[in-house]
């Protein structure tokens, strides 16, 4: 599979079927399409409980950047080893960086959320096992999809910034195998997320 074919499948599970149910989670992605635990699912008429840590500051993500999310040398921690790029992500509505890594075979996307926040990455809201986290204090999510073999393996974290606001960092494989296994690359994602709060906090 060349370049541009692994990028296209890859951003399909990054931004598709919003309309997915509850009932769905854990089915393999190819027996229904393109699935993604990154996908939050239409605002329903019940209200979400608030996250049980409370933000130390917000952090407000109108006018941030995504790709000055990481720096110069956070990318080359994290293997990228491609120019970062830009794409307006529908589904998240909200611009999204990508950091690709040819070596490695792994992708990073950021995205700063304006349009919603945490709340709408709560369990029964995404396709995915929902797990909480807590990083730099700030009230967190990290979201894991079940794929089939042939689907490339990849893990969500969402942070809690702002009332309504996250930044959401997908970490996910670029035909890489065998898998990097759940642990290793929600493990990623999380180390991924922390960098990018702390860079928020230095702002």
């Keep these: 599979m060349g370049d541009r074919s692994r990028t296209l499948v890859w951003l399909s599970l990054a931004m598709a079927l919003a309309a997915c149910t509850s009932e769905q989670a854990g089915v393999p992605a190819a027996q229904r399409g393109p699935l993604t635990s990154s996908t939050p699912q239409p605002p329903s008429s019940s209200t979400s409980a608030p996250p049980t840590v409370s933000r130390p500051r917000d952090l407000a993500m109108s006018g941030v950047r995504p790709c000055d999310l990481l720096t110069p040398d956070q990318q080359r921690k994290f293997g990228v080893d491609d120019q970062p790029r830009i794409n307006d992500d529908q589904t ?4 999204s960086c990508y ?11 950021v995205s700063p959320l304006t349009s919603f926040g945490i709340e709408r990455f709560q369990p029964g809201k995404v396709n995915g096992e929902v797990r909480p ?21 990849f893990c969500v974290v969402v942070v809690d910034v702002a009332a309504g606001q996250a930044v959401h960092v997908n970490y996910g494989e670029d035909g890489l195998r065998p898998h990097l296994g759940r ?5 990623r994602a999380v180390e991924v997320a922390d960098v990018v709060t702390g860079n928020l906090l230095a702002r």
């Design 183 to 187: 642990s290793e690359v929600c493990r």
């Design 92 to 95: 998240l509505q909200a611009q």
């Design 133 to 153: 986290l807590t990083l730099r204090e700030f009230p967190a999510v990290e979201v894991f999809t079940e794929t089939i073999e042939t689907i490339d393996m």
């Design 99 to 109: 950091f690709d890594s040819q070596k490695l075979r792994t992708k990073i996307s």
